[in-house]
């Protein structure tokens, strides 16, 4: 019974830590854009948690931790009501889950993604996409019965590396592919997009850190010896991701950007994400350390591409969380070694799982958002996306948006279209007071 209230109560807190995740990545994706935009950031990372938290209740915790229907979906729990505390407790913890997986679109394509766009991926998110690849790998819930097919074949992902960092990461690069790059994104403008604020990216990583300890550490849905040490490990790979990315920015030419660093931290936790249980703190921080070497080059990668990732997600979630769940085999060495059939067995049982994931999430998502076109806007317009989100999603005039506007008044008034097309990068537009003399 102590256990039982001890396990009970274990959850609550580690939801609750997850939960500060959310305004994680408000800081994390508010400070990555510019000002004119702020606003609709905040609105997106709130409401996606209030939408997809309602969904999930309502018809995703069901689809996802139900009674198994061969292996597919659940098939009870739609609009779940708790059983006891345990149960209640287990859907609080699954909602913040679902609500990160969802919430990692929204940096990817920040700037220029209609608002009702973004809410209806959210909804589409936590009533399919995740619940039911999240059932596949998973399961069922420990009071109901049934294991999803992918867990039947063995495959292992302790804490979401995949099930919701890889279905996070697939889906932004299917939106970012079909909204496409923000204006002057690679135009080869001389005023390049210029994000506001490093302080409030940092915080954001911070937070999201601290809610990662809840994360890992809540996944084994009950407190015993084992959590101590999924905490140490989780520590140990999101320091390493950080330190590493902190050297290669502190290198000559500086290869890794300051952004870099906080996408370098959360690569390193997302990498140990799905193996934290069973990584020594050895492996923990060999994780951290490969999860955040892919962020610069899969950065670079994507804007050779002309691929805008606003936040570098793909980079910070979708490459660390393939990479973390392909590990798994090779740190899970318990007692002995594996051998060599073996080893390659379970390989290749993670690589369906990843590559079922890619195409569910990825090609689900891209589809979804093509036929979602056909009914809704799901950019904005281009005179719109240069005057601000801010105003054109929210109607909220900042004082910077109004400097903006008198700024790209008096650029038209004395035929300057130059001036008016780029009074939106201020700061810098307006410090370049050498050009404005011209």
């Known amino acids: 019974m102590v256990q039982a209230t001890l396990d009970t109560f274990w959850l609550v807190v580690a939801g609750t830590l997850v939960l500060f995740m959310q305004p994680g990545f408000l800081g994390l994706e508010g400070g990555s854009v510019r000002a004119k935009n702020n606003v609709n950031v905040a609105a997106k990372n709130f409401t996606d948690f209030c939408f997809s938290a309602l969904c999930f209740w309502a018809v995703g915790f069901g689809l996802m931790f139900g009674a198994s229907h061969n292996g597919w979906f659940g098939s009870t729990g739609v609009f779940f009501r708790p059983l006891d505390g345990f149960s209640a407790a287990f859907l609080f913890f699954q909602v913040m889950f679902c609500s990160t997986s969802a919430t990692i679109v929204s940096g990817a394509v920040a700037e220029r993604i209609t608002f009702v766009a973004y809410l209806a991926l959210v909804i ?12 596949w790998a998973w399961g069922a819930a420990p009071f109901e019965s049934g294991s999803g097919w992918l867990r039947q074949l063995g495959f292992h992902d302790f804490a979401g590396s995949t099930v919701v960092h890889s279905v996070g990461g697939w889906a932004a690069l299917a939106t970012i592919l079909v909204i496409g790059p923000r204006v002057g994104r690679f135009d080869g403008s001389r005023f390049p997009v210029q994000a506001q604020g490093v302080p409030f990216t940092m915080f954001g990583v911070f937070l999201i850190f601290i809610g990662w300890i809840g994360f890992n550490g809540g996944s084994t849905l009950r407190f015993d010896d084992s959590v101590p040490q999924i905490i140490l490990n989780t520590m140990l790979a999101g320091c390493t991701g950080g330190m590493m990315l902190t050297l290669l920015h502190m290198l000559p030419g500086r290869p890794a950007s300051i952004f870099d660093i906080g996408n370098g931290c959360i690569a390193g936790l997302v990498a140990i994400t799905a193996s934290a249980d069973v990584a020594t703190p050895v492996a923990a921080v060999a994780l951290g350390f490969l999860g955040a070497a892919m962020v610069v080059p899969v950065r670079i990668m994507l804007d050779r591409a002309e691929i805008d990732d606003a936040v570098g997600a793909v980079p910070a979630h ?9 590990a798994v085999p090779f740190v899970d060495i318990a007692d002995a070694p594996p051998t060599f059939d073996a080893l390659i067995h379970a390989v290749g049982i993670q690589f369906l799982g990843v590559a079922v994931c890619a195409v ?4 689900g998502v891209f589809v979804a958002l093509r036929l979602l076109g056909l009914f809704i806007p799901l950019r904005v317009e281009v005179q719109m996306e240069r005057r601000g989100l801010n105003v054109a999603e929210h109607g909220v005039v900042t004082d910077m948006a109004h400097l903006i506007g008198r700024f790209g008044a008096l650029g038209q008034r004395h035929g300057l279209r ?6 939106t990068t201020l700061p810098r537009s307006i410090c370049s007071i050498r050009w404005c003399r011209r």
């Open 360 to 363: 569910w999430s990825f090609g």
């Open 318 to 326: 979708l490459a660390p969380g393939i990479l973390g769940t392909l």
């Open 124 to 135: 589409l998110m936590a009533v399919c996409f995740y619940p039911v690849y999240g059932h």
């Open 418 to 423: 130059d001036l008016f097309d780029q009074a």
